[in-house]
């Protein structure tokens, strides 16, 4: 059996959300493999969230924001990135790989990226395996 | 009739023992009030003392100590039979505490690391839970793959957490617990250390990250001059006494109660805290730099908490992708 890969996707809901409802309505094919939940900003992604994700059965955690500079709450964007790439970090000090999480700026035009993104995703993510729990 | 208590330790440093003998004068009061009826560290009692009581024949048992070997596991049990109330004492006891850090390593290559390097005389001779000598056998307890805050083996009523609890902390706790006034289950604020540090608070963005040398101490908040202080993920009720000593807080109190997890909870305040001048150009090379001056995230925001945390231990998701493919 090939290994589908479970992906939790956090979408903003001013632009990535948007973004992924164009991809939808375009028609645009992308993986059944990811899971997305609405959030207000990507900023209210929480590492305690990514942790739990990956704890109950997520191969991978996809976040998306917008673009830097197109915040609706000005500056959120700004400390997703911090808080993904400490939070990256960490992942890799306690042995679960990086590349397992990904930040992507998605803006409300980007369908096209957000197909693209969630392919490559789950491509990845398949060549990776399941996480040895 | 008076209360009785029992205090066992775990796997533990013995600083919790001292923090007992700690309560000084406070404690002659204790056994004025209480019998105690099981210390193996302080006073003369053996397993088989413990063994004869009748079920619920303690009132209060204080164990310490992070669960490690199989006789912490036989010991909690033993003392959860005999006792009505079990309490949690110490940071290890409730959160896994320092011991807790080993869980990112596995067993086998703890014991590799102690028994088989250069640094080893007679090398691959791993101790062994049962031997034969002389006819006799010699056991040893089994040392566990993992450690363990004490809530994971048996069911625990009360939770006194700190490394080592403060005496205050221990005081009140004592006090509540013996006079039938207990409300609360944990004995720590329900606030983060934060709300009881004196030191001034001016809303920067820390562009740099420290160590402690680096600083003059001024009487600014220790977060906002650069050291990573775990204040605002840490539960108070220890006064923020190694703030008031310039010293960072490094979560002995564990999370606080709206934190699932501590150490997350700790990457959210720094992320929101750190920044960079001109942050709205987002140079990707600078956030890097500056998060990459955080040497041990783990080591530092789950120094007292990681077996309690949500991933507990070390996954085996990267030794994988080592071997396999070489994806890392």
């Known amino acids: 059996m090939v290994f589908e890969p479970k992906i939790l996707a956090f979408l903003c809901n001013w632009c990535s959300y948007a973004g992924a409802d164009l991809a939808g309505v375009s028609r645009f094919q992308y993986p059944p493999n990811v899971l997305p939940i609405r959030v207000m900003c990507s900023s209210r992604v929480s590492p305690e969230h990514i942790f739990q994700a990956f704890d109950q059965g997520a191969d991978g955690v996809f976040v998306a924001g917008c673009h830097p500079g197109d915040c609706h709450y000005i500056n959120g964007n700004y400390k997703t990135l911090r808080k993904v790439k400490l939070t990256k970090k960490m992942l890799e000090q306690i042995g679960i790989n990086p590349k397992r999480l990904r930040l992507e700026w998605i803006s409300s035009v980007e369908g096209v990226k957000f197909a693209e993104v969630v392919r490559e995703m789950t491509e990845e993510l398949k060549e990776l395996g399941p996480i040895e729990r | ?241 190694c703030v008031k000593a310039n010293y960072p807080c490094t979560g002995c109190n564990g999370p606080t109660q709206e934190a699932i997890d501590q150490g997350a909870r700790m990457i959210a305040s720094l992320a929101s805290a750190l920044g960079i001048e001109d942050e709205e150009k987002m140079e990707e090379k600078k956030v890097d730099e500056l998060i990459d001056e955080i040497i041990d995230p783990v080591g530092t925001f789950y120094k007292f908490s990681l077996p309690k945390s949500i991933l507990k231990k070390r996954w085996r998701d990267l030794d994988k992708s080592k071997t396999i493919g070489g994806r890392s």
């Not at chain 2, 208590?5 to 013995?14: E, H, K, R, T």
């Open chain 2, 1 to 241: 009739m008076k209360p009785k208590l029992a205090f066992y330790w775990c796997a533990s440093c013995g600083g919790c023992e001292v923090a007992i003998l700690d309560l000084n004068e406070a404690l002659l009061d204790l056994v004025e009030k209480a019998d105690i009826v099981f210390w193996p560290c302080a006073m003369d009692f053996k397993r088989s003392d413990v063994e004869k009581m009748g079920d619920n024949h303690i009132d209060f048992s204080f164990i310490n100590g992070a669960i490690r070997t199989s006789e912490d596991v036989e010991m909690a049990d033993l003392l959860r039979k005999k006792s009505k109330h079990v309490v949690a004492f110490g940071s290890c006891s409730c959160f896994g505490g320092i011991p807790g850090l080993a869980n990112l390593s596995s067993k086998k290559e703890m014991l590799e690391r102690i028994y088989d390097t250069e640094s080893t005389e007679e090398r691959a001779v791993f101790p062994s839970v049962k031997f034969e000598f002389d006819g006799e056998i010699l056991t040893l307890p089994e040392f566990l793959d993992e450690a363990k805050p004490l809530e994971e083996v048996i069911k625990v009523d009360y939770f006194i957490p700190g490394c080592p609890p403060q005496t205050e902390q221990t005081l009140e706790a004592l006090d509540s617990l013996l006079n039938g006034r207990s409300d609360k289950k944990v004995f720590a604020s329900a606030k983060s250390v934060c709300e009881e540090c004196p030191r001034q608070k001016e809303d920067k963005k820390l562009s740099t990250i420290k160590r402690i040398y680096e600083i003059q101490d001024d009487g600014r908040c220790l977060l906002e001059q650069g050291i990573p202080c775990l204040g605002p993920a840490t539960a108070g009720g220890c006064g923020a006494r």
